[in-house]
Nanobody, 123 residues
């Protein structure tokens, strides 16, 4: 089992920044690709970003390209999502996900999910 705990959410004004963290435990972190998803009220859970096991490869949803950056620190068993130039439409619960297979992350087929952290962007 992999346990994932997100943190760093909060309320921010449009144009501001937040950095989300996801701490993993239970298995060898570097064996897992990691990703971030988000879900706004009434909407399905959408892919945001993913990163390979080594951190050498990343993928982003078109809606966040150029504004969000995913990174990981395998020594700290943590994946991050740096969010800049935030917009009200970025408001959602953000979830961390883990899978041994990067394409599974992007497809939303991760075996492991965190509980989520709320991000609210005011206009």
């Amino acid at each position: 089992q992999v346990q994932l705990v997100e943190s760093g959410g909060g309320l921010v004004q449009a144009g501001g920044s937040l950095r989300l963290s996801c701490a993993a435990s239970g298995r060898t972190f570097s064996n897992y690709a990691m990703g971030w998803f988000r879900q706004a009220p009434g909407n399905k859970r959408d892919f945001v970003a993913a990163i390979s096991k080594s951190g050498g490869s990343t993928d982003y949803a078109d809606s966040v390209k150029g504004r969000f950056t995913i990174s990981r620190d395998n020594a700290k068993n943590t994946v991050y999502l740096q969010m800049n130039s935030l917009k009200p439409e970025d408001t959602a619960v953000y979830y961390c996900a883990a899978s041994t297979f990067l394409p599974a992350i992007v497809a939303g087929l991760s075996a492991y999910w965190g509980q989520g952290t709320q991000v609210t962007v005011s206009s």
